[in-house]
């Protein structure tokens, strides 16, 4: 599992011309974009959940845990293209859909469990992904 995480100061989800889920302006959060992979596994889910709610990448080295900051998740299976050979990305180390989306969901229940604030996008949906990238900050999180 790959967590790609941006600090934002805002950020929405779009789909079919609706919000779907937004961390509003003003508001420091993270956007968590979640790819999956064939191993993995409801255990790496939640520690991911655990080091994102910690991870201290807000202002003052602060973490969301500190700030009870918002986060939106969402999932992307583009996280594991590989794109070694020719110039069409495979998409094979991605998990199919019957694996990665019980797993994105249960990132996002751990995220939840720990006090998370946590709004999602549309799992399989084509989205529009809108954000203000704080700093900027972009770190990716895996295991």
């Known amino acids: ?5 941006q600090r934002v100061s805002s950020a929405r989800v779009v789909v079919d011309g609706e919000v779907v889920g ?3 302006p003003a508001h420091q959060g ?4 979640v790819g999956v992979t064939h191993t993995d596994d409801a255990d790496i889910a939640r520690k991911l959940a655990e080091k994102l709610w910690q991870l201290r990448i807000l202002d003052g080295e602060r ?4 700030e009870t900051a918002p986060i939106l998740v969402v999932s992307q299976f583009t996280l594991y293209a590989n794109t070694v050979k020719g110039r069409r990305p495979s ?3 991605a998990a199919p859909r019957p694996v990665a989306e019980p797993l994105v ?6 995220l939840r469990g720990l006090g998370a604030p946590v709004q999602t996008g549309v ?4 989205m529009n992904v809108e954000l203000v990238n704080d700093g ?5 999180l895996e295991l």
């Open 1 to 5: 599992m790959r967590v790609l995480v």
């Open 22 to 24: 937004a961390i509003a």
């Open 30 to 33: 993270l956007l968590a974009l």
């Open 63 to 66: 973490s969301a845990a500190d």
């Open 91 to 93: 998409w094979n180390a």
């Open 105 to 110: 969901v249960a990132f996002c229940e751990a």
């Open 123 to 126: 799992f399989g949906a084509h």
């Open 136 to 140: 900027p900050v972009t770190v990716l």
